[in-house]
């Protein structure tokens, strides 16, 4: 079964307006998470890394006021896209990882965001 | 360039067919390689995972990982219809808490049709 679980799986939302989208661990602790985005027919890209308890790191190019990134639990990391248009549309997708280096890493089922 | 290549596909191939998916890459500080499959509209699911040069086997996959030559492979034997899907090669440098950045290529999209 999944080991992480991604909430919501779709929401339509207006422009304007913010969305949050959480990222829960089930079954680990998980002190960084990732966060990524993917646009129809394209890759994966890394937008983030949540820390939990401190400032998550951004990637370039990455706006950090309108992605925030709040990782206040070891089994839960959340993705706000704030004042949202509808370039933001777009599959979101998180990840974390069991352990350290080898270890599996798991992907959430991701969350389809549409700005109308 | 990018850092990791991937032809994108798509690949079309019969039932029973041998697939081969490969991916490049610049950096040679990566050091694990990984293979998701990612059905539409779904998160990627993890395949196969090597760290460093060498094979892996599992059932009907195999895993090549070539550091020389800054290539990777995957391997489907017997494909079948349930194995249409996009596959995504994946690579990470770093080790302890930033071993989950991970570099993706482009994705190939595979069917198999009966």
């Known amino acids: 079964g999944a080991v992480v679980s991604q909430h919501p799986s779709w929401v339509i939302c207006k422009s304007g307006t913010s969305v949050k989208i959480e990222c829960r661990s089930l079954d680990f602790q998980a002190t960084t998470m990732f966060w990524y985005r993917q646009f129809p027919k394209q890759s994966l890209m890394l937008m983030a890394t949540?820390?939990?308890?401190?400032?998550?790191?951004?990637e370039q190019g990455v706006e950090k006021d309108k992605f925030l990134i709040n990782h206040a639990s070891l089994t839960l990391s959340t993705l706000t896209v704030t004042s949202a248009h509808p370039e933001d549309s777009s599959f979101y997708i998180c990840?974390?990882?069991?352990?350290?280096?080898?270890?599996?890493?798991?992907f959430g089922e991701g969350s389809w965001l549409t700005v109308v | 360039q990018k850092e990791v290549e991937q032809d994108p596909g798509p690949l079309s191939v019969p039932e029973g067919a041998i697939v081969s998916l490969n991916c490049t890459y610049s950096n040679s500080a990566f050091q694990y390689f990984m293979w998701y499959r990612q059905y539409s509209r779904k998160g990627p699911e993890l395949l196969m995972y090597t760290y460093s040069s060498g094979n892996k086997e599992d059932g009907r996959f195999t895993a090549q990982v070539d550091k020389s030559s800054k290539y990777i492979s995957l391997f489907i034997r017997d494909s079948q219809p349930s194995d249409s899907a996009t596959y995504l090669c994946a690579m990470s440098s770093a080790g302890g808490t930033s071993y989950g950045k991970l570099t993706f290529g482009q994705g190939t999209i595979l069917t198999v049709h009966p």
């Open positions: 949540s820390n939990e308890g401190s400032k998550a790191t951004y």
């Open positions: 990840s974390a990882s069991r352990g350290g280096s080898g270890n599996t890493i798991y």
